[in-house]
């Protein structure tokens, strides 16, 4: 590549830098520009940001709070397919046979025996699973709203001891 360099004039890396630069340059302007037009976007997204971490640092608790919500979804998850694994054992199983040197042996593996019934079940399961999930997921959107409305229209005084159980407790009552 080198010698291929020597034999062209010497203005050829000159070009190719002056072009690069130029392309900068106009990717430059262009953010600048992309800036000056999303300039009250990003402050207003900035201010938000500023008021929710004032809301954290009052309300401490608040940090725990994904915690709770993974804990919920957790129980959720291990109370239906509890649930669902229970209502699988009920079902009919059939044993499965394998020949094996010329005889025929039963019972080395087994099936359950779908029905209409024992699927419409399954589905019921997953479907009370995903529905008990989106409770959880709606809500911890409601008690962080409601954590922020309470803290914004009190002026932004100190929140309660523990805004996420106030939240809850207003949410399901």
Same mark, same amino acid.
């Given at each position: 590549?080198?010698?291929?360099?020597?034999?062209?004039?010497?203005?050829?890396?000159?070009?190719?830098?002056?072009?690069?630069?130029?392309?900068?340059?106009?990717?430059?302007?262009?953010?600048?520009?992309?800036?000056?037009?999303? $300039? $009250?976007?990003?402050? =207003?997204?900035?201010?938000?940001? $500023?008021? =929710?971490?004032?809301?954290? !640092? $009052?309300?401490?608790?608040?940090?725990?709070?994904?915690?709770?919500?993974?804990?919920?979804?957790?129980?959720? @998850?291990?109370?239906?397919?509890?649930?669902? !694994?229970?209502?699988?054992?009920? =079902? &009919?199983?059939?044993?499965?046979?394998?020949?094996?040197?010329?005889?025929?042996?039963?019972? @080395?593996?087994?099936?359950? &025996?779908?029905?209409?019934?024992?699927?419409?079940?399954?589905?019921?399961?997953?479907?009370?699973?995903?529905?008990?999930?989106?409770?959880?997921?709606? !809500?911890?959107?409601?008690?962080? =709203?409601?954590?922020?409305?309470?803290?914004?229209?009190?002026?932004?005084?100190?929140?309660?001891?523990?805004?996420?159980?106030?939240?809850?407790?207003?949410?399901?009552?």
């Amino acid at each position: 590549f080198s010698a291929f360099l020597a034999e062209q004039s010497v203005d050829f890396p000159v070009k190719v830098e002056l072009g690069v630069g130029l392309v900068f340059l106009v990717a430059g302007f262009g953010v600048l520009a992309w800036y000056f037009a999303l $300039r $009250r976007s990003i402050a =207003a997204a900035a201010d938000c940001t $500023r008021e =929710a971490c004032k809301i954290v !640092l $009052r309300a401490p608790t608040l940090m725990l709070f994904p915690l709770i919500e993974v804990l919920a979804q957790v129980a959720v @998850l291990a109370a239906t397919s509890w649930c669902l !694994l229970s209502f699988l054992s009920a =079902a &009919d199983v059939k044993p499965g046979s394998m020949e094996i040197f010329g005889e025929r042996v039963l019972g @080395l593996y087994r099936s359950i &025996d779908w029905t209409w019934g024992l699927a419409a079940g399954v589905l019921c399961y997953v479907f009370a699973c995903m529905w008990y999930l989106e409770m959880i997921a709606s !809500l911890r959107s409601f008690v962080l =709203a409601y954590t922020a409305a309470s803290w914004y229209f009190e002026g932004g005084r100190s929140l309660s001891v523990a805004p996420v159980l106030t939240g809850n407790f207003v949410g399901f009552f």
